[in-house]
């Protein structure tokens, strides 16, 4: 299994949209992808903003490259979110999950 992470600080008055978004858009795109297992959603207040790390988890590589493409370190972020946010990870990690 593949743990696929990216982290963002959103706007302050944009958080709640921004997880909205997220529950609304992102996750039911996921789940209609052969190989995504399940995605977690953390946040903390910092300095400006709020951050998130969002962690999706699939079976292979090759599941990620259905949802990212061919260029699987790239992160996806649309337009719309990225008007959410302070800044944000234009590339995400992956590892490889040991132990859950």
């Known amino acids: 299994m593949i743990a696929r992470h990216w982290r963002g ?3 302050p008055d944009r958080a709640d949209e921004y997880v909205a978004h997220l529950r609304r858009d992102t996750l039911s ?4 992808i052969e190989g995504f297992v399940s995605a977690s959603i953390m946040r903390r207040p910092v300095d ?3 951050e998130f790390l969002v962690v999706t988890l699939w ?3 090759d599941a990620i ?7 699987l370190e790239r ?11 302070k800044e944000f990870d234009k590339y995400v990690g992956h ?3 040991v132990e859950t």
């Open 9 to 11: 600080v959103a706007k």
């Open 29 to 32: 795109e996921l789940a209609r």
């Open 48 to 50: 400006g903003g709020v």
């Open 59 to 61: 079976d292979s590589l």
């Open 65 to 71: 490259k259905r949802f990212a493409g061919p260029e």
């Open 75 to 85: 992160a996806v972020v649309p337009d719309n979110v990225q008007r959410m946010m």
């Open 95 to 97: 590892f490889e999950v």
